[in-house]
């Protein structure tokens, strides 16, 4: 089992729909967690980051973690054609160097 | 600032042959890692270098090297290519580690497209 399960979709959503995107993670020691964006032929990029419980908002976007269950999530509201991407969560530990676990990735595509 | 930037591109193998995927960043940054992505997998981790002169095994090592030849570069190599080693590879980089860098991300290249047939 992966440390870090995602669903692996793909996912097509029409233009304007929220979008839930997830993952689960199996060590309860995990500390931070991120969610990249990856467009095609690109390279992975920062899009949120969080520490703690509950909930962070970053313009349409909303990242939750749920530290009791091992979950994590990202919502992403009024979906634009440009946020099609595949999205990646990632989680590291306070003592592994910086060392990020990636999800498997979900593909997700917003259709005008 | 160009960021990470990896060489080559794309890149067609032989089994057996040998090739070193190189990775620069002009970033100042200290720590450097490389995955390899494959569909369903995700990203994964191969080695990393978490301050220049030192490296350190990841999640896949088997049938890679590297060399942290420098702080700016990081280099992979494939001594005997294998068609299991088909993958895209990412060469990534982050200021430093210890407690204060959590919060600062992985500033990743465009990628390797390797193909060993």
């Known amino acids: 089992q992966k440390e870090v399960e ?3 979709g793909p996912l097509s959503v029409p233009e304007g729909a929220i ?13 931070y967690f991120m969610w990249y964006r990856q467009y095609s032929r690109k390279g992975p990029e920062l899009l949120m980051y969080t520490y703690s419980s509950g909930n962070k908002e970053d313009g349409r976007f909303t990242a939750q973690v749920d530290k009791s269950s091992k979950y994590i999530s990202l919502f992403i509201r009024d979906s634009q054609p440009s946020d ?13 160097g910086g060392k990020l676990i990636f999800g498997q990735g979900t593909e997700l595509s917003v259709k005008p | 600032n160009a960021g990470v930037t990896q060489t080559p591109k794309f890149q067609v193998l032989k089994t057996g042959q040998s090739m070193t995927l190189q990775c620069a960043q002009d970033m100042n940054h ?3 890692y490389w995955y390899r992505q494959d569909p369903g997998m ?11 002169g030192t490296t350190d095994k ?12 420098n702080k700016r570069e990081f280099s992979l ?3 005997s290519a294998a068609p299991s080693q088909t993958s895209v590879y990412f060469c ?10 959590y919060n600062s991300p992985l500033h990743f290249g465009n990628g390797t497209r390797l193909t060993v047939t």
Do not use: H
């Open chain 1, 84 to 96: 099609s991407a595949t999205y990646l969560c990632a989680t590291l530990l306070y003592n592994q």
């Open chain 2, 30 to 32: 200290n720590s450097m």
């Open chain 2, 58 to 69: 990841g999640e896949v090592p088997n049938g890679y090297n590297v060399s942290r030849l």
């Open chain 2, 92 to 101: 990534a980089s982050r200021p430093q580690t210890g407690s204060s860098s």
């Open chain 2, 42 to 52: 995700g990203l994964r981790l191969i080695y990393y270098s978490a301050s220049e």
């Open chain 1, 19 to 31: 979008v839930s995107l997830n993952c689960t993670y199996s060590n309860s020691a995990f500390q």
């Open chain 2, 77 to 79: 190599r494939l001594e």
């Open chain 1, 6 to 8: 995602q669903d692996p």
